[in-house]
């Protein structure tokens, strides 16, 4: 069963650089994608960054620039994605999940999916960014 567990959040300052990960365990296919979303006060999740399995991304325009995805696959079924934060501003501030879908979106082409199009998803973790 596919098991997704964000960790690295916590409270950071205007400006300081955080990095986040993400670990996907037991999944077992040769496509993928997976994205990074944060959650805001209405609980409604919203895209921050995603990437496929070709290493195609996607960010959206508020953090291009400052933030970085990536995502490294093991033998054993693991694959490790993180979402590097630099610059970072108080807007950033919310609960940070880690959801992940089978078979590639075609980020080259076309922009990252909402929540709707991924599978699986992790507890969150909270970021938040104090002046």
């Known amino acids: 069963q596919v098991q997704v567990v964000e960790s690295g959040g916590g409270t950071v300052q205007i400006g300081d650089s955080l990095t986040l990960t993400c670990v996907v365990t037991?999944?077992?296919?040769?496509?993928?994608?997976a994205g990074w979303f944060r959650q805001n006060i209405g609980g409604e999740r919203a895209r921050v960054a995603g990437?496929?399995?070709?290493?195609?991304?996607?960010?959206?325009n508020a953090v291009k620039g400052r933030f970085t995805i990536s995502s490294q696959g093991k033998r054993d079924r693991t694959l490790t994605l993180t979402l590097s934060m630099s610059n970072v501003k108080p807007e950033d501030t919310g609960l940070y999940f880690c959801?992940?879908?089978?078979?590639?979106?075609?980020?080259?082409?076309?922009?990252?999916?909402?929540?709707?199009?991924?599978?699986?998803w992790g507890q969150g973790t909270q970021v938040t960014v104090s002046s």
């Open positions: 959801a992940i879908k089978r078979g590639e979106w075609g980020l080259r082409l076309h922009p990252m999916p909402d929540s709707s199009a991924f599978t699986w």
């Open positions: 037991e999944y077992q296919w040769l496509s993928y994608s």
């Open positions: 990437i496929d399995s070709d290493g195609s991304t996607d960010y959206v």
